[in-house]
Every structure is written in C-alpha cells, then in structure tokens.
C-alpha cells in the first residue's frame, strides 16, 4: 500500500473512531424525558424537559401511567410526588404541535395522545395513595391535567396557570369539563372561555390549588414529606397546612378576581355565548372591554364547545367528562379551527388565526352538538 493511501486510511479510521466517540457522548448524554424514582417510600415523577418548559408528550405518559398504577399498589409506596425539572415550569402543556403534525395526515397520534392523557388523568383523579402535585412554575393545559384531579395540590409564587385553549381552536380539556365548573360562582367558566391566567396565591385562592408554599421551601416540604413515617393523607395534609403558615409572602394582597366575582357572574350567567358577549358589550366598564376583545379573538366555535362542556360537565364523574372530552377532542382533529390556531399562536405566531366560521352567529348548535356524539367503538373506555 502507497504511503499516501495510508495517510488516507489511518484518516478514515481516526475519523471514524471520533464519530464513535461523539455518538457514545451523546447517548450517554440524552436524559430521560421523565424521571421515576423511589425516594424512601415515596414515589417521585419528574418531567425532564426543561427546555421546553416539560411539555408532556406521548412517550412521557406512557412512561408514568404504569409506574403510576405500580406504586399506587405497591404496599412499599405511601406516597407519590410529581414536579417539573428546571426553575421556569411544573409543565406548560402537552405537546400540541407533534399532535397537529399528526392530526393534517390522519396518523395514530392524534388518538393515541389524547385517548392515553386521559386515562393517565384519570388514574390521577382516582389514585388511592395521596398524590401531591408541586405545581412550582407554569402550569397550563396538560401540566393541569397532571396535577389537579390529584388529592393535594401546591402552589407557589412562580406558578401561572392558565387554560388557553379557545386560543388555538381547542377547549380546555384534562378534565376540565369536570373541575372548571366546580369553581365558585362562573369563576370556571370565565377562566376557560377567556384563558385568562392566575399567578401564584391566586391560583389557590381561586381553588386550583389546594395549598400555597413559597418556592424556596419546597426542598424541604419534600424532605419532611418523605420521611414521614406510613402517612394517611390526614398526616399529609397537615404537612401542607404546616408549611402554608409559614408562607407569608402575597398573603395581605386580595385576590386578583375579588373585585370582579359579582361582575363575572352576572356578565358570564348568560344562556348563551353570543348572550355574554352581548352582556360585555353593553356593561362598557374596563373589566368588560378588556373580556369582550379577548373573546373576539378566540375560536367562535371553540368557545360554544367549551360552554357546553363546562354546562354538561358540571353534573358528571370525572370519568364521564374524560369520555365526552375525547369526543370533543376528535371532533377538533377532524375539524381546522386546531390547525389554523396553532399556526398561528405556536408555529408562525402572527396571532392572526382565521376561523372558520369566523363568527359566533355561524356556529349552529347542530354542528357543536354533533361534536359531542358517540365515537361508539372507537369511544375512550376507562
């Protein structure tokens, strides 16, 4: 062999070798999307995916779905905690754009993931062990469903919560239908129609929450929380509560909504989506102003959905709002509201969606009614 075509091949295979080198580098490098693990007799979930604020995807669910049901029958298990990884979220939603990209050519996913979410949301609202959701940082739409159908739910100054699901032609599902209007007054349905957002004590104050800790005590709420000794959710309770008290922060403040719950009830106790527009027109105070343009911009016929799924939804098991949600959620992937709103807000965010019908008047109730019609084999079965 000539010296140079060993030059060459004592090249390649240095190349090669380093090519080696960086593939094992970055294997052993890829954390795991979902962390599960034993901590005494507590089981810990954390989302990992901090980068994308922990936004929930497929591959996620079924990862904590079976650890979920494993450790709520495992007598070696008192409790199970679920946090988000990184400072910013607890978990700001599922991961809509893979479902969209699945939904425009008819692929599995866009079952798959909503049909699998609410099996895992209610394992959650069902779970027999206490299940405590540390809610440190934005919380929306799927991080929701993974926390409030749980027994305790805690609140920092860093949470946000929000059900922005009108904005990109969707309804706030997870459960929503259930836990919306179980909130005082129409407190549940002004935060679904509008996505208006609550940040920190709030989020407790309006009910989301069952607790609210400042963020800097969390390590050690964990740490007192796992080495409790064989709790009953009254041991766990008393925990929270204890640390609660020693939560000062924002606790002179009032709620941010105080002002605005006898307006709110009366703007949005109308018969009609069309009827509370009408009420926030006609009122001309700042508050209605503000709440009469941000449903302008939402998908008309995403909010005569979700009207009607908080209105059904309000005298149904949880198991039951999960059923009529997966229709629901079928009904969007078949429809275009979904996919124009998510081009719009989350792939070119021009934030200039155009519905169609692009007005309340054009949306029948004979078109919204057919979203909530059996899928009957094809229905979620839990």
Known sequence: MSKGAKTRLYGLRSLCRLQRIQCHMMSSCVEPEVLLEKVGRVGVITMN?????????????????????????DSETDIIII??????????????????????????????????????NNAIGTCKKPYIALIDGITMGGGVGLSVHGRFRVATEKTLFAMPETAIGL????????????????????????GFRLKGRDVQR???ATHFVESKKIPDLEKELVDLKSPSADDVSRVLDSYQTQSSLDSEKPFVL????SDIDRLFGSSSVEG??????????EFAKKHAEALSKMSPTSLKITYKQLQVGAS?????????????SQACMRG???????????????????????????????????????????DLAL
């Open 49 to 73: 995916r901090p980068k994308v604020l922990n936004a929930l995807n497929l591959t996620m669910i079924r990862h904590i779905y079976p650890q979920l049901k494993k450790w709520e029958h």
């Open 83 to 120: 946090k988000g990884a990184g400072e910013k979220a607890f978990c700001a939603g599922g991961d809509i754009r893979a479902v969209t990209e699945a939904g425009k050519v008819s692929g599995s996913l866009a079952q798959d993931f909503f049909r699998e979410e609410y099996i895992l």
């Open 171 to 194: 309804f706030p599902d997870v459960g929503g239908g259930y836990f919306l209007p179980r909130l005082r007054g129409k407190l549940g349905l002004f935060l679904a129609l509008t």
């Open 206 to 208: 309006a009910g989301v």
């Open 258 to 261: 105080d002002q605005h719950m």
């Open 276 to 285: 509370i527009m009408q009420n926030l027109k006609a009122d001309g105070s």
């Open 316 to 328: 149904l098991s949880l198991q039951d709002v999960l059923v009529m949600e997966y229709r629901l």
């Open 336 to 378: 275009c509201d979904f996919y124009e709103g998510v081009r719009a807000v989350l792939v070119d965010r021009d934030q200039n969606p155009k519905w169609n019908p692009s007005t309340l008047e054009e949306v029948s109730d004979q078109s919204v009614d057919q979203c909530f019609s059996s899928l009957g084999d094809k």
